[in-house]
């Protein structure tokens, strides 16, 4: 542990700790699921610019250690899901964008001493979860355009 006991944080020590290799290989297995159902997606959709915005937004969470500066990538797959909501009102994908968004552009303080043990260094991650619901929401839009019944030119 980096701190005393009661220099720990909010939440305290973590309750299971579990071995670097375990902890490894879990991401690795999680990243390889991801990186298969975001080519299964690209299969199925060839032509669809989002998939590239599933791409980036996947090798950003691939390396969740970049610096800030590499998000700015991230720039393209928000301006694809935003041209993807056609209401002027608000809606959870709308919410759900903006949100994500936020977490992706604006510097939070992520550095905090009282985020590096326990479960309160799971908050330490702000763009990479941002990055991950906007990679959620690419692979929401694709699926359901494909989802959406045809506009009624059956013979």
Same mark, same amino acid.
Request: glycine residues 8%; hydrophobic residues 55%.
């Given at each position: 542990?980096?701190?005393?006991?009661?220099?720990?944080?909010?939440?305290?020590?973590?309750?299971?700790?579990?071995?670097?290799?375990?902890? *490894?290989?879990?991401?690795?297995?999680?990243?390889?699921?991801?990186?298969?159902?975001?080519?299964?997606?690209?299969?199925?959709?060839?032509?669809?610019?989002?998939?590239?915005?599933? =791409?980036?937004?996947?090798?950003?969470? #691939?390396?969740?250690?970049?610096? #800030?500066?590499?998000?700015?990538?991230?720039?393209?797959?928000?301006?694809?899901?935003?041209?993807?909501? &056609?209401? *002027?009102?608000? &809606?959870?994908? =709308?919410?759900?964008?903006?949100?994500?968004?936020?977490?992706?552009?604006?510097?939070?303080?992520? &550095?905090?001493?009282?985020?590096?043990?326990?479960?309160?260094?799971?908050?330490?991650?702000?763009?990479?979860?941002?990055?991950?619901?906007?990679?959620?929401?690419?692979?929401?839009?694709?699926?359901?355009?494909?989802? #959406?019944? #045809?506009?009624?030119?059956? *013979?």
């Amino acid at each position: 542990l980096l701190f005393s006991e009661q220099d720990q944080g909010v939440f305290g020590t973590s309750l299971v700790a579990l071995p670097v290799w375990t902890a *490894r290989s879990i991401a690795g297995l999680v990243l390889i699921g991801f990186l298969g159902a975001t080519m299964y997606i690209a299969h199925r959709h060839p032509a669809d610019d989002l998939v590239v915005g599933a =791409g980036i937004l996947l090798s950003l969470c #691939a390396f969740p250690l970049s610096q #800030a500066h590499a998000y700015v990538i991230a720039f393209i797959p928000i301006a694809q899901l935003v041209s993807r909501l &056609k209401s *002027r009102y608000v &809606k959870p994908e =709308g919410l759900a964008v903006g949100i994500a968004s936020l977490l992706v552009l604006f510097p939070l303080p992520y &550095k905090s001493h009282l985020l590096f043990n326990g479960w309160a260094a799971v908050l330490a991650y702000p763009k990479l979860y941002g990055a991950l619901a906007l990679w959620g929401l690419c692979i929401y839009f694709l699926t359901r355009r494909a989802a #959406a019944p #045809a506009s009624g030119h059956a *013979r």
